[in-house]
């Protein structure tokens, strides 16, 4: 199947599975059940649409194979048969409840791995064989951490509601920090086989429509702000040749200045609430960066200043690491440099710190140094990518 | 559904219980009963254990049962009590467990049906 042909398909199994969860997980009442069958419908799908078409229909084909699955399943242990029996397509949800699978899903009981697992699953559609092939880990190893959170789900009564006011804001930010994940693993992953999943492209949908069912939540927006940002720039990312291309030496021009322009009205939408928080202090970032029409008109100052409410808010090493970056450009290298040994004791271990370190090392005429931090940094990344343009830097300079 | 919360303390919070004047002990043994008291609707049962020390762990083998003198783990946090509770679900245990005015550390595990 072709690359386009592909994310369709994709995109109509995203937009449908959640809500087929949903209206299974009204009539069963369990979670593991509903979405057993939901992952059952999606294979089919998978099996028949590419070479019969996407039908007319797709929420109602799904519909039907999931019910006469689980007609199949219960006829021996069957409290949910007469039910499902009687259940008919489309089933109108009084509200999205999307929501509450979501909120399920990344429930602060589940490990991280197990929360990213499950939204992929049960909200995106994804099958176990994607999110395996997405991770790079087998597929045995996601089938049993999905069992296992779904078994945890039923068995320590992790509830399938959207949690009260006051304890949304924890429980919202384990949600956002699940779709930040997944999008920066799609981000930075180079391959792009057809059959591969864009994982960035999920991020964004689950961003947009946590965004939909919570338009005032500033930090949604602020999310999806700084996704489409990111991604607004992603042709200019990668030559002609698949090698990455950093910030500075992109062509602007590839930039997608309209999905920019409304990233960026999305974020002072946000803005307006006057709830600042990480993820619209990190879009605005992005967008500083996205507003220069050069490298050489970036606005550093400002940057500089939206990393130190950042690490107010935040205090994390790699958030001064980027600060010190910035630095380099308003108060000069000597002082980021400072900044960055101040820091080897906490990141040692991170490849963007040694990186970072052989950057203002050659901007300081050491070159010598240099060379062991950019030897050091290629130690530590596993990024195909990232590895490539290390080696061009030690080979070049 | 029923959880049973087990109340776990660590080496610092017996110090500073230990660094307690008994006034101040004592409100903080108050605090606990009015935590109780608010949560009773809730609350089936539990206890407070003795000290770690008095506890003896058998082991069952193939051979002769070994005992041995203190807990199954020696580590640096020790269960010193246990409530067994009725709620609705694991979120209405969190909100109650988030109030809990003792030891720094509880795990919360629901029971079989």
Not at chain 2, 44 to 56: C, D, M, P
Request: hydrophobic share 45%; glycine share 6%; aromatic share 6%.
């Amino acid at each position: 199947m072709t690359r386009p042909a592909h994310d369709r398909l994709a995109g109509v199994v995203r937009d449908h599975a959640g809500q087929l969860a949903v209206a299974l997980m009204r009539v069963t009442g369990d979670f593991a059940t509903a979405e057993d069958l939901v992952q059952d419908a999606v294979l089919a799908a998978l099996q028949h649409w590419p070479t019969e078409g996407i039908p007319e229909k797709p929420d109602a084909w799904l519909f039907t194979v999931a019910k006469r699955r689980a007609l199949d399943g219960f006829r021996r242990a069957d409290n949910y048969r007469a039910k499902l029996a009687l259940l008919q397509w489309p089933v109108q949800p009084a509200e999205d409840e999307r929501l509450q699978l979501i909120f399920t899903c990344c429930h602060p009981a589940l490990s991280r791995p197990a929360q990213i697992a499950l939204t992929l699953r049960v909200v995106c559609g994804l099958t176990t064989e994607q999110i395996a092939r997405a991770f790079l880990v087998r597929e045995t190893a996601i089938a049993r951490r999905i069992t296992r959170a779904k078994r945890k789900i039923t068995d320590a009564g992790i509830p399938y509601r959207v949690p009260a006011d006051d304890e949304l804001a924890s429980r919202l930010s384990e949600v956002l920090a699940v779709i930040y994940l997944l999008f920066n693993e799609g981000y930075l992953a180079t391959t792009s086989a057809p059959q591969s999943r864009d994982l960035a492209e999920d991020a964004d949908w689950l961003a947009g429509l946590l965004h939909q069912l919570m338009p005032t939540e500033p930090e949604v927006a602020g999310l999806l702000a700084l996704i489409r940002l990111h991604r607004a720039r992603a042709q200019a990312r990668f030559g002609v040749d698949g090698a990455l291309v950093l910030l500075p030496d992109q062509d602007r021009s590839l930039w997608d200045q309209q999905a920019i322009a409304e990233a960026i009205r999305l974020l002072t939408g946000a803005a307006l609430r006057k709830r600042p928080g990480p993820y619209q202090l990190q879009a605005a970032i992005v967008a500083c960066h996205a507003e220069a029409v050069r490298w050489e008109e970036t606005d550093w100052e400002q940057i500089v200043l939206l990393y130190d409410m950042l690490l107010h808010l935040t205090p994390s090493p790699v958030t001064r690491l980027h600060r010190a970056i910035a630095l380099r450009y308003t108060i000069g290298a000597q002082a980021a440099m400072a900044e960055l040994d101040d820091l080897g004791s906490a990141l040692g271990d991170y490849h963007l710190y040694h990186a970072s370190r052989a950057e203002l090392l050659r901007a300081l005429g050491q070159p010598e140094q240099a060379r062991a931090a950019d030897q050091r940094a290629l130690e530590l990344t596993n990024n195909p990518a990232e590895q490539a343009i290390l080696h061009q830097r030690l080979a070049w300079r | 559904m029923k959880y049973v919360l087990l109340f776990v303390e660590t080496e610092e919070f017996e110090r500073d219980l230990e660094a307690m004047g008994p006034a101040e002990r004592d409100r903080a043994y108050q605090r606990v009963m009015e935590w109780m008291t608010t949560n009773a609707d809730k609350i089936r049962g539990g206890n407070k254990l003795q000290g770690s020390e008095t506890a003896t762990t058998v082991r069952l083998g193939d051979g002769e049962p070994v005992i041995t003198d203190g807990p199954f783990v020696e580590g640096k946090e020790v269960v010193s009590g246990y409530t067994e509770i009725e709620v609705a679900d694991l979120d209405e245990a969190l909100r109650m467990v988030k109030t809990w005015p003792g030891c720094p550390l509880i795990e919360i595990r629901p029971l079989e049906p």
